[in-house]
């Protein structure tokens, strides 16, 4: 017995022995680590952290206890984000270990996004992240009533989102799509971006249903909607436009307002109503519209008195009564009219003639910012006639011949403008000017074109000429597609009115130091190849 005890005793001791080696290894390796950076403060050492990724960052639990308890910070996480299967990077980002870890471990999050086909990875981790910056949701029927529950864990746990965006593919579920709404409105956030492609929303207009809970404080500065008409019920888009999820929100917000976004995807060609001037009753507040003509256009500014930027569609309009609204709205500093939405599609000129000619006969126009679609083979009238309007409206800064957004931006003007539009631009006001040509094949016209921008850079120093330059290559027709690494969405949209072959690029032509000028900050990309004329 004895010997199997003096055994036993050796073998617990030994288990000892190597315990205490292993925690003494471990205070070394603390003391080691917290004398590299103990001299750093929290703050600095949270801005080395900010440097790892998200995986790198739970490691570094691992290295000591200070590490640990500033890695599982909020300081640490509230400017992150986790992007799940939403668009390129999320589909690439999207590792089904990470994503857990992070909803598991991570203490809040500045950003959380979710694409469509991956709330699997979601479906069933709990939520307890606080997201404090913005929160973007791909939902279908399935997954509507986890989006609204994911909104409302917000509200519980004191989170206030500021910018929401959600996109709802036909949701069958009308009480998940009811549970949202009131989710985003508890929430209370500053913008709102909604995607609505629904099939049927009928359950929406049914009387018997019980009206939707508007109890939270208006909160909406932005709102951005954009209604989908490829897919339709049994009774057509028309029942259902204005959406009655525009009309709730709207009308939810009305006191807060200031920036409006109303898109149309009528990706079917239906015949869409216009929309009645009253839904904006209320938005006393509101500064920025975008959206198609309305019904009742002159109605519009009485509605909304403090309207000074309109983004406004052309087509379809009642001409007579929105040139009424333009002889009276001189309280407008920023105006785009976009005579079209696509390449295949027309622009409406006259009626864009007439808006602005409107506008700049009242001589009291405030007006500073001027976007227009410009047709692929104007008439000499046209350039005429806008000469005028430009030529009256004294206080133009900025002038923009293609007001359609870049990633749309696929009609570009056959040919630079002629040189009497390019010195009614030589005001001493003039600063920013946006052209989008096509370039003929020769060098003739590149030369004459580029000498009257050296004129207009002599009259006006000030002045910074930007814009997308197509450039036809001589040549038999090619299948090539054209050369635009730069340009990716062009490639996808590419209008077939021009070359086989051809080239793009952007150019900025401008006389001035760089300091002076807003767009050597804000201009049409990175990619841009800068140009400066002595």
């Known amino acids: 017995?004895?010997?199997?005890?003096?055994?036993?005793?050796?073998?617990?001791?030994?288990?000892?022995?190597?315990?205490?080696?292993?925690?003494?290894?471990?205070?070394?390796?603390d003391v080691q680590t917290e004398g590299a950076t103990g001299l750093l403060p929290d703050g600095l050492l949270l801005e080395v952290l900010a440097y790892l990724d998200e995986s790198e960052l739970l490691l570094a639990r691992a290295v000591c206890r200070r590490w640990r308890a500033l890695a599982m910070s909020p300081a640490a996480w509230a400017e992150r984000g986790l992007n799940v299967g939403l668009g390129p990077e999320g589909c690439r980002l999207a590792s089904p270990g990470l994503v857990r870890a992070v909803l598991r471990q991570a203490p809040c999050l500045g950003r959380l996004y979710i694409g469509e086909g991956h709330w699997p990875l979601v479906q069933h981790e709990p939520m307890r992240l606080a997201v404090s910056d913005s929160?973007?949701?791909?939902?279908?029927?399935?997954?509507?009533?986890?989006?609204?529950?994911?909104?409302?864990?917000?509200?519980?746990?004191?989170?206030?989102?500021?910018?929401?965006?959600?996109?709802?593919?036909?949701?069958?579920?009308?009480?998940?799509?009811?549970?949202?709404l009131e989710a985003i409105n508890d929430c209370q956030p500053e913008t709102l971006t909604f995607v609505a492609n629904f099939e049927s929303d009928y359950g929406l207009r049914l009387p018997h249903k019980e009206p939707l809970k508007t109890g939270a404080r208006p909160s909406l500065k932005?709102?951005?909607?954009?209604?989908?008409?490829?897919?339709?019920?049994?009774?057509?888009?028309?029942?259902?436009?204005?959406?009655?999820?525009?009309?709730?929100?709207?009308?939810?917000?009305?006191?807060?307002l200031e920036d409006v976004r109303l898109y149309v995807d009528n990706a079917s060609r239906f015949e869409v109503p216009r929309m009645p001037s009253s839904l904006l009753?209320?938005?006393?507040?509101?500064?920025?519209?975008?959206?198609?003509?309305?019904?009742?256009?002159?109605?519009?500014l009485m509605h909304c008195p403090a309207l000074e930027e309109l983004a406004?569609?052309?087509?379809?309009?009642?001409?007579?009564?929105?040139?009424?609204?333009?002889?009276?709205?001189?309280?407008?500093?920023?105006?785009?009219?976009?005579?079209?939405?696509?390449w295949d599609v027309a622009p409406?000129?006259?009626?864009?003639?007439?808006?602005?000619?409107?506008?700049?006969s009242t001589g009291r126009s405030r007006l500073t910012s001027l976007s227009f679609s410009v047709p692929d083979a104007p008439p000499p009238a046209f350039w005429g006639r806008l000469v005028g309007v430009?030529?009256?409206?004294?206080h133009l800064e900025d002038v923009d011949t293609d007001p359609v957004p870049p990633p749309r931006r696929v009609r570009v003007q056959r040919g630079p403008p002629p040189a009497v539009f390019l010195r009614a631009l030589a005001a001493p006001a003039m600063r920013t000017l946006q052209l989008d040509c096509v370039l003929p094949c020769g060098a003739a016209c590149?030369?004459?074109?580029?000498?009257?921008?050296?004129?207009?850079?002599?009259?006006?120093?000030?002045?910074?000429?930007?814009?997308?330059?197509?450039?036809?290559?001589?040549?038999?027709?090619?299948?090539?597609?054209?050369?635009?690494?730069?340009?990716?969405?062009?490639?996808?949209?590419?209008?077939?009115?021009?070359?086989?072959?051809?080239?793009l690029e952007f150019f900025n032509v401008y006389g001035h130091a760089q300091g002076d000028c807003k767009w050597h900050n804000t201009g049409p990309g990175p990619w841009i190849r800068v140009v400066q004329w002595d």
């Open 312 to 342: 406004l569609d052309a087509q379809d309009t009642d001409a007579g009564r929105t040139t009424r609204f333009f002889r009276e709205a001189s309280q407008l500093r920023r105006l785009a009219v976009r005579g079209h939405a696509r």
């Open 390 to 394: 430009i030529g009256r409206l004294k």
């Open 446 to 503: 590149t030369a004459l074109f580029l000498e009257e921008l050296r004129r207009l850079m002599a009259a006006n120093a000030e002045l910074h000429v930007a814009g997308l330059a197509a450039r036809c290559v001589c040549g038999p027709p090619s299948a090539a597609p054209l050369s635009m690494a730069a340009c990716p969405w062009w490639r996808r949209r590419a209008p077939p009115s021009l070359c086989a072959v051809a080239t």
């Open 222 to 256: 932005k709102l951005t909607f954009l209604r989908d008409f490829q897919y339709h019920g049994q009774q057509g888009p028309l029942a259902t436009w204005p959406h009655p999820t525009l009309r709730f929100l709207i009308a939810s917000h009305a006191a807060t």
């Open 135 to 180: 929160v973007g949701l791909q939902l279908d029927e399935g997954t509507a009533r986890r989006g609204a529950d994911i909104l409302r864990r917000q509200v519980e746990l004191g989170a206030r989102p500021k910018n929401i965006e959600v996109a709802i593919c036909m949701p069958f579920c009308v009480w998940d799509l009811r549970r949202m």
């Open 281 to 300: 009753m209320g938005c006393v507040r509101l500064r920025m519209l975008c959206c198609s003509a309305l019904a009742d256009m002159p109605a519009l």
């Open 1 to 29: 017995m004895a010997p199997r005890k003096a055994k036993r005793g050796a073998k617990r001791a030994s288990r000892q022995r190597g315990a205490g080696e292993k925690q003494a290894k471990d205070r070394s390796w």
């Open 348 to 360: 409406h000129t006259e009626d864009t003639l007439a808006f602005l000619e409107a506008l700049a």
